[in-house]
């Protein structure tokens, strides 16, 4: 769908998910796993990961949680651990898009809110900026709590905010470098790439020697075989310090002019929602997830 469009109809879809939230958060899970997964979701004993990670937003809520999954207040965590050097530079911090100066910033930026997923806009080009299209899908991500689409209680009181960063990428885009990491050991990885090109987002996902595993989940493989990021192993490194104390969470990072740039921390990857296909891979992950 053309991207314009979709923002013109999604702030019917967030109202139309405020409606559903007279639903308890157990019987929620388990009638959008049905319909997403296409089998029952079972909470006695959960064996695959997109259903054991369904039970851990029900039973491992950590308020500490919230910090993490904050775009701002995640800054200082990641400083403090690894420091300065990973974490990408905020340019300003506003509570509405109206307050924003565009002659202010940048000719290269990046627009998002924080207290959700998925809600950026680039820039790269200011002359060229859609203001509309902006100010129309940014304050539709501001005007509802993320926490009611997947009931991950790590959103629920994050405060509302917009928050601009100087885009990294260059005019080939920006990867996403994404590892999970179970009781601090890094199983697997995945590349995001082709975002916002021909073809859409491609999820390529491999093992720490970087063969690359045969499944998908969430987007198609790549048509053609992606090259080793040139700081693979010290991404491995920092994931492994900054996921130390989780029992999962899958770290982002990003590299851009041979500089590793910290991205985001997810407990609930894709939300536990999206098919492994083929679907044995959803049961080897859930043998490295712990729940008890």
């Known amino acids: 769908m053309n991207e314009k469009i ?72 990641v400083s403090d651990m690894i420091g300065d050097e990973y974490v990408i530079p905020t340019i300003g911090v ?42 129309r899908k940014i304050d539709a991500e501001m ?18 905010r917009i928050i601009a960063e100087p885009y990294i990428g260059d005019k080939c885009g920006l990867n996403d470098y994404k590892f999970f990491a179970f009781d601090g050991d890094i199983k697997a990885m995945y590349i995001a790439s082709n975002r916002g090109k021909a073809g859409g987002t491609r999820f390529d996902f491999y093992d720490m020697d970087f063969n690359h595993l045969d499944f998908s989940n969430g987007h198609p493989n790549s048509e053609s075989p ?28 990003y590299e851009s002019k041979d500089k590793v740039y910290f991205g985001e921390f997810t407990f609930y990857h894709m939300d536990g929602m999206s098919k492994f296909e083929p679907e044995v891979w959803d049961y080897r992950f859930g043998e490295w997830l712990r729940i008890d």
Not at 226 to 251: C, D, I, W, Y
């Open 6 to 77: 979709k923002w013109m109809i999604k702030p019917l879809y967030f109202k139309m998910q405020h409606v559903l939230m007279f639903i308890p958060d157990e019987q929620y899970l388990k009638i959008r796993y049905r319909i997403k997964i296409g089998r029952k979701l079972d909470l006695n004993n959960p064996v695959t990961y997109n259903a054991k990670l369904q039970y851990l937003k029900l039973y491992d809520r950590n308020p500490e949680y919230t910090k993490y999954a904050d775009k701002i207040a995640v800054k200082k965590i």
């Open 94 to 135: 506003w509570e509405k898009f109206d307050d924003i100066n565009l002659d202010e910033l940048p000719e290269k930026f990046v627009l998002k809110c924080t207290h959700d997923s998925g809600s950026f806009i680039i820039c790269d080009d200011r002359r060229k900026f859609n203001l509309k299209f902006a100010k």
């Open 143 to 160: 005007s509802r709590n993320f926490y009611w689409l997947g009931r991950q209680e790590q959103y629920k009181n994050i405060p509302r």
């Open 226 to 253: 992606l090259e080793k990021p040139r700081n693979f192993e010290q991404m491995v490194k920092l994931a492994k310090t900054l996921s130390e104390g989780f029992r999962h969470v899958r770290v982002d990072f």
